[in-house]
């Protein structure tokens, strides 16, 4: 009768809500937080029951869910209905403020480097006609009026920030070349077809807020047949790491405070702390463990939006010295082509061996860190996933191994863990 029930449950998925957080215990336990939809495939026992949080499953503890009624679903796509899943309100809001292009602007790696884009390409730029998506303050489309001599250059910026592009391009006496367009890329008409489509839509983990799917609209609609797109490819990286400070800020830091026992709380930290990805983490090259590699590479010219809603890429690191695994450090690289034959590429890495950028890295801790030996191997996947309602949001998921070069088998670990990507 058991295994009825077991196939009974398998054949009728029902969808639960997560009543309170939960942090999975091994390797087969899924990990979730409150408020969390997961997917109940079957009930092996009244305690443990085999679910899915966004396609990966595991066991979860029955206690901790709650069934969706009917009204609830009803309620929710009238709510998703009526919301922007694109979050404009508060997206394009953010870059109608100073703070986020004074960051930018800031990072010279950044801004240098595509100055050096147009300055190196600045012969074969004559009288061709760019669009420069996404253009902020304009930076990018004052560097081709300046340094080249394009018939035209189609500055377009969603944002308010607009209004004020238009007074810098005439303030820096550009007016003749520069047009800014207010508008999505999206909707935007322009009178002619581009020969350059320049944009820089690269965000965390590189597709964070999936700006890049304007880029590719924007491509489709006014690259004309042998244009050129600037970025032109993209890669993301990843590296095995120590992270031994991050650790001992956040989780080590509860074992003795003032001579006191706070180890309790070391669960909570483990939650608050390392169940989202640390944006912004600057790791030093000698905590790479290993040599990082690339894992998910991106032609920006065959690029499709639909290749965005899921992302897979695998690696296989050979450990080169003993030490702690912590987690995993991701980063970025894109490379944009000459336009005159063959002329170098030029590059902007945002790795730890490249003058920091504001994008600086992103950290994924694992739960539990894991001392490796030199000669150790970590294999294993990344996948990311775009959320299916909120488009700029992803969850990130990372399946590792590791498997020991000696002949202790206590050394060979497996482990999954998704990171939600929420702005």
């Known amino acids: 009768m058991e295994a009825e029930k077991e196939d009974e449950d398998e054949a009728s998925p029902e969808e639960y809500v997560a009543l309170s957080d939960f942090i999975g215990g091994g390797s087969d336990q899924l990990s979730f937080s409150s408020g969390d939809r997961l997917v109940v495939h079957s009930k092996p026992s009244a305690e443990w029951w085999w679910a899915a949080l966004q396609g990966v499953p595991g066991y979860v503890p029955a206690s901790y869910l709650r069934l969706v009624t009917a009204e609830e679903e009803e309620e929710e796509e009238e709510d998703v209905s009526s919301e922007d899943p694109w979050q404009d309100e508060e997206y394009f809001g953010s870059y109608g403020t100073l703070r986020l292009h004074l ?5 010279k790696s950044r801004t240098e480097t595509y100055r050096q884009v147009i300055l190196s390409n600045s012969a074969s730029l004559k009288n061709k006609v760019v669009m420069d998506l996404g253009c902020g303050t304009g930076i990018i489309s004052l560097f081709c009026a300046q340094l080249a001599q394009p018939s035209v250059v189609y500055a377009v910026e969603a944002s308010s920030m607009a209004d004020y592009t238009r007074q810098l ?3 820096n006496g550009c007016e003749e070349v520069v047009t800014v367009l207010q508008g999505r890329a999206e909707e935007i008409e322009l009178p002619e077809q581009v020969d350059v489509l320049v944009s820089e ?3 965390n983990c590189l597709l ?3 700006m890049v799917e304007s880029v590719l609209q924007a491509r489709d609609r006014w690259l004309r047949d042998g244009g050129v797109m600037w970025p032109s490819s993209a890669a ?17 830091f509860w074992e003795r405070p003032y001579g006191l026992d706070f180890t309790p709380l070391q669960p909570l930290a483990q939650q608050e702390f390392f169940t989202k990805p640390k944006f912004s ?3 030093e090259p000698d905590d ?3 040599t990082p590699c690339d894992v998910i590479c991106l032609d920006m010219y065959t690029l499709q939006v639909r290749d965005l809603e899921e992302m897979k890429g695998q690696f296989h690191f050979c450990v080169e010295k003993s030490g702690v695994f912590h987690g995993f450090t991701a980063w970025f690289t894109v490379h944009f082509e000459s336009l005159e034959a063959g002329g170098a590429a030029v590059e902007l890495n945002t790795g730890p061996d490249s003058e920091p950028t504001h994008w600086k890295q992103t950290l994924f801790m694992l739960d539990r860190p894991v001392s490796v030996c030199a000669g150790d191997s970590i294999s294993g996947s990344i996948v990311l996933h775009r959320n299916p309602v909120w488009r700029r949001h992803m969850t990130v998921t990372l399946q590792w191994s590791i498997n020991s070069s000696t002949e202790d ?7 999954t863990k998704s990171f939600p990507m929420w702005r």
């Open 409 to 415: 088998t206590d050394n060979c670990q497996a482990g």
């Open 169 to 171: 391009v005439k303030q």
């Open 288 to 290: 790479c463990l290993t």
């Open 103 to 107: 960051e930018m602007l800031s990072d």
């Open 208 to 210: 964070f807020e999936f």
């Open 201 to 203: 839509w690269m965000g």
């Open 236 to 252: 993301l990286t990843l590296v095995p790491c120590q992270a031994d400070s991050y650790y001992t800020e956040k989780m080590a």
């Open 281 to 283: 983490h600057l790791i």
